[in-house]
């Protein structure tokens, strides 16, 4: 019998293996095993081990709120102001909303986060000590699987340090603890870098990356490309406030995504469900399923769909902060994307409506929670580029930057507003146009903004914590218990 394993790195904390990958590379959306003598040796096998890490990104761990990047989405927008649950439905995601999961550190959502990211960590750092000396003559290949790792471990060492850190102030040194940035395949015990460290050890993975995928052409939009790369770049000079190069980064990446083929979306393409890569052209970065691969309802889609029968979708539609939706034009097409008047029939009359409720998120039918997840769009990068411009006190150019990406959602959009008042409108319109991605509690927390739920349809009894002030101790997640048990370098944030 064949000798088959699973991608040798066991899960930080937990000790459970990450399942691998596809004996083909190429093979986007891949089996979750491959032979042995396959995997270190070769740069073939890491390119495969890197497909199955992109594969961890949207599987079925533990719970049901536990399927990867797209259950952090829920969770980190859960914690704002804009998701708005309808009801307490079946109660999956109701303690995120309400603040409870993250501030104690027994919790299942603690743990779950620090193995799924050192998950993909550790991965990432295997293939980073094997690809210098694995054997294969492309060069090419070689060069894409180690940018590949790097960004990996980039981009999810900056996903945990936004939560369980104090946020970025920027001008400020930062030596307030972040995470422990493992660099190594180890478990070994380490102690958290500070917030400044993790930051630049981030930057200095990326820009590694950067000029490693220059030449390199992944498969497809699963994978990490060098316009994500630049998007990511972007993502974290935002969050450091560094204004002109989080400007300088999302330009590099829309140029580089319009040269791909990338366009952003208009007109009723913007009512296509966010369910398929194929029908949204303004994807750059997402996991790709196939129809027999279903996650059932640990799906994104069995709870952020309108019309999947699954009974958390049936008894609490999501809904958007109707402050928020009052803020919307009504020639703008995204107004479709909820429904005010709560009106708009379920698939059938056992499915529950609500006013404001979600249509943006569409599962393919009632029948299949299979669906692609986006992690990164076009949209996203004009909109960073039009707030770090206006952030740096370049006006005329954010306006500009701004009403490219506004007129393909409002035709009738302008606008003449500068300075603080500039501001609020990218960022309303970041809100809007992002509802559902997973950005609104890091960007309440990297602004040093208040919770603030009060006088909109969020429900006491539903969502209980109505506001939390800026700066409190409660933006920052706690490590989980087992790794404070498991780790005697780290230590504890505020209780």
């Not at 040269?259 to 208009?266: H, I, V």
């Amino acid at each position: 019998m064949k000798k088959w394993i699973y991608t040798t790195v066991a899960a930080f904390a937990a000790g459970s293996l990450l399942t691998a990958c596809s004996s083909d590379y190429l093979d986007t959306v891949p089996t979750n095993k491959t032979p042995a003598e396959n995997i270190t040796g070769m740069v073939d096998g890491l390119a495969s081990a890197v497909n199955g890490t992109h594969r961890a990104m949207y599987d079925q761990y533990s719970r049901t709120s536990e399927a990867g990047e797209s259950s952090m989405n829920i969770t980190r927008d859960m914690m704002g102001e804009d998701l708005v649950n309808s009801s307490t439905g079946n109660g999956w995601y109701i303690a995120d909303a309400r603040w409870i999961s993250h501030r104690d550190e027994n919790s299942l959502l603690l743990r779950y986060i620090f193995n799924y990211y050192y998950r993909l960590v550790l991965n990432a750092n295997l293939i980073l000590e094997n690809i210098d000396e694995a054997t294969g003559e492309n060069d090419v290949l070689r060069r894409g699987v180690k940018g590949e790792a790097l960004c990996f471990r980039a981009f999810s060492h900056f996903q945990m340090v936004q939560l369980f850190g104090k946020r970025y102030v920027p001008g400020a040194d930062n030596t307030q603890p972040g995470i422990p940035y493992r660099e190594a395949a180890t478990i070994a015990p380490i102690a958290r870098n500070s917030v400044e460290e993790v930051y630049g050890k981030i930057n200095r993975d990326l820009d590694e990356a950067l000029g490693l995928l220059d030449t390199y052409a992944p498969a497809d939009i699963n994978h990490f490309s060098l316009k994500v790369a630049y998007g990511l770049k972007a993502r974290v000079a935002l969050t450091q406030g560094n204004w002109n190069d989080a400007a300088a980064f999302a330009d590099k990446a829309i140029e580089l995504a319009e040269a791909d083929g990338n366009q952003l979306l208009k007109g009723d393409d913007l009512l296509n469900g966010f369910v398929s890569a194929g029908r949204n052209k303004d994807w750059m970065w997402a996991s790709l399923m196939k129809e027999d691969q279903t996650i059932f309802f640990y799906s994104f889609f069995a709870f952020m769909s309108w019309n999947y029968n699954s009974t958390n979708v049936r008894t609490d539609p999501k809904c958007i902060n109707d402050l928020l939706y009052a803020r919307i034009s009504p020639t703008d097409t995204r107004a479709q994307w909820w429904d005010p008047t709560g009106t708009l029939p379920g698939p059938t009359g056992s499915f529950t409506t609500a006013k404001y409720q979600n249509w943006k998120f569409s599962a393919q039918s009632p029948a299949t929670s299979v669906g692609d997840i986006v992690y990164m769009r076009l949209a996203e990068m004009y909109l960073i580029k039009a707030e770090a411009l206006a952030r740096a006190g370049r006006d005329t150019e954010a306006v500009t930057t701004l009403t490219d990406f506004a007129v393909t959602r409002d035709p009738a959009f302008a606008t003449t507003n500068t300075g603080a008042a500039l501001i609020d409108e990218i960022m309303v319109q970041r809100r809007v146009e992002l509802w559902g991605e997973g950005f609104r509690f890091t960007d309440l927390k990297r602004l040093d903004l208040p919770l603030d739920r009060n006088g909109s349809n969020h429900i006491l009894s539903v969502s209980r914590i109505m506001e939390v002030p800026a700066g409190d101790k409660r933006w920052e997640f706690l490590i989980p218990q087992r790794e404070i048990e498991t780790n005697p370098e780290m230590v504890q944030n505020e209780l």
